[in-house]
């Protein structure tokens, strides 16, 4: 049976039609629902009343969620998704449960890859059945069944509970007879843990302002200030508290990192509540909606580089300052999507959802989050767009990870820079007098389009070893002609020995302003970055190159 939006086709005129490189999805929002999805893209007037038509900005993915109840199904929002999440791939919309607002409903939801996808839904299992998780009668099986199977079930769970009991012994005597410190337990995951965070009343949700895999950004007020709430699900507490971690470490304070706020429970409607990060909100949004709605002249785009090649910098580097250890962190998912940027034009490097302490010569404190617990979890990473070539192709130095994480998030910086100064008007000089830049583009997205696979990053940036157009009228405005080129090349290069140390870009981006732009730059940056190579913070091995 065919359920949801039908008859979509008729309402849109033969003039609304689709860029090849963008999507166009349905857009509905029903009455009453908390949030909105309308700013990531533009409505476009598809007839006099619901359903409309939307065009996206900053992905390829549409989705829509529906509300069954009592075999009836009701739209409840359809749009564009912020990015291309997993499943965006699919050509039409396979609905799968999400959620039980109510004990009689269910959330279905859908995510797909195809012009107006999210009209219509394929199939929705209706209450009741296997496809309907925990809406099963209480009469289906028999007393006598019920009875067998929690026997069953209780005597498994006593086989597993000696199990682990067991295998703990073996592992602390195991410790005990190596000298090394017994491992500490895991974390309860059955444990309150709403128990230590606090509810804060005055928290107000406003509306969404990014959906990611694991929780949903919310623009909203604390006390009458503008913050940004990151909500997580229940199922995702380990990925929140792993970020939590990562914010409270002493020391992170800095003017290009956004700023943590505190940590709290709570939710913007009648869905369970789950734990939230409360964090600073930089109303311009991320770099890539600043980037895709503005240009900036070159001393604007400088300013943006040094500020971003500063939060990193001061990310990778381990210190002590004023008794406080702060030790070394990799960011691991650096992408425009990530970086904000604040009123004065500058950015702050936000979501530290999958950062990594790393290893340095101070010991970090036993409160700093887990490291890795083997090659796979180093070698994740975030958007395959940024990622390094060592990752994508699995040749990650595992012997040193720490630098070889450090090296893989400069690679990531470098297409950063690209995006920021291909929206610089005055690195175009036209002969006729425009010079306005082309539209904004992702790092790839003129070579493999807004959603590459795996496959063909790697075919293009590890194979073929080519890397984003640097036009040559780029040098234009500096003083050394080739070293803006130069200082992406020394980032992205392909060799990750050979690239630059984040110090290094700073110092790099300073050697490049006009004389003008000189009070931009922090006191002490020096022109020549030479120095900055002879030894790098707690022996990392000198990657840094001097201007020619």
């Keep these: 049976m065919m359920l949801g939006v039908l008859g979509l086709w008729a309402l849109l005129p033969t003039a609304v039609q689709a860029p090849p490189s963008r999507r166009t999805c349905v857009f509905f929002e029903a009455p009453g629902v908390r949030g909105s999805t309308q700013n990531l893209g533009k409505l476009l007037d598809a007839g006099p009343g619901p359903p409309r038509v939307i065009h996206c900005l900053y992905s390829r993915c549409c989705f829509g969620i529906w509300n069954l109840t ?14 291309d999440e997993p499943g965006c791939e699919s050509p039409r919309c396979d609905p799968s449960p999400r959620a039980h607002p109510r004990p009689s409903s269910t959330l279905f939801t859908c995510s ?18 296997p496809g309907t998780p925990g809406l099963e009668g209480p009469q289906a099986i028999s007393g006598e069944s019920t009875w067998i199977a929690l026997l069953l079930l209780g005597l498994l769970l006593l086989l597993l509970l000696l199990s682990s009991s067991i295998l703990a012994l073996l592992q602390r005597k195991a410790c005990r007879e190596r000298g090394g410190p017994e491992p500490e337990p895991e974390s309860d995951s059955g444990r309150d843990w709403s128990a230590e965070l606090p509810e804060l009343p005055e928290l107000c ?17 604390l006390q009458g200030k503008l913050v940004a709430i990151k909500a997580f699900p229940l199922r995702a507490v380990a990925q929140f508290q792993a970020e939590r971690a990562l914010y409270e470490l002493p020391g992170l304070q800095h003017d290009h990192i956004v700023r943590f706020i505190t940590a709290s429970r709570g939710c913007p409607g009648p869905l369970p509540c789950g734990p939230l990060l409360v964090l600073e909100l930089h109303p311009k949004g991320s770099l890539c909606h ?37 030790p070394g962190i990799a960011h691991r998912d650096l992408s425009s999507q990530n970086v904000l940027v604040r009123d004065d034009g500058s950015c702050a490097i936000g979501d530290l959802g999958l950062a990594l302490v790393l290893p340095g010569l101070a010991q970090p404190p036993t409160w700093a989050p887990s490291q890795p617990r083997g090659p796979a979890a180093i070698m994740e990473a975030g958007t395959q767009r940024y990622m390094a070539p060592e990752l994508l192709d699995k040749t990650l130095d595992l012997q040193d990870w720490g630098t ?28 006729d007098g425009d010079s306005r830049p082309p539209p904004f583009q992702l790092a790839y997205e003129a070579e493999l389009g807004s959603a590459p696979t795996a496959c063909e990053l790697w075919t293009l940036a590890v194979e073929e070893r080519r890397r984003p157009h640097v036009p040559s009228t780029w040098c234009c405005l500096t003083t050394d002609p080739g070293g803006l080129r130069e200082l992406l090349e020394d980032c992205w290069d392909a060799d990750p020995e050979a690239r630059l140390t ?9 050697a490049l302003a006009s004389p003008e732009e000189a009070h931009l730059f922090p006191e002490g940056c020096a022109q020549d970055c030479s120095l900055c190579c002879l030894e790098d913070h707690f022996s990392t091995p000198p990657v840094c190159h001097s201007p020619q």
């Design 502 to 510: 984040a110090e290094c870009v700073q110092q790099r981006l300073a």
């Design 205 to 221: 949700f406003s509306q969404v302002i990014r959906e990611g895999g694991h929780a949903v950004v919310w623009a909203g007020q």
């Design 112 to 129: 797909c890859g195809a012009d107006f996808c999210n009209a219509n839904y394929s199939h929705l299992p209706p209450l009741g059945s």
């Design 404 to 431: 070889a994480l450090r090296r893989a998030d400069i690679y990531s910086l470098a297409l950063l820079l690209w995006e920021i100064m291909s929206r610089c008007p005055d690195l175009r000089p036209g002969e």
């Design 70 to 83: 009592q075999d009836q199904a009701q739209v409840e929002m359809q749009g564009c998704r912020d990015s």
């Design 290 to 326: 600043y980037l895709t709605q503005h240009t900036s002249d070159w001393g604007s785009s400088l300013r943006m580089a040094l500020s971003l090649a500063q939060g990193l910098a001061f990310l990778h580097e381990e210190r002590w300052q004023d008794g406080q250890y702060k």
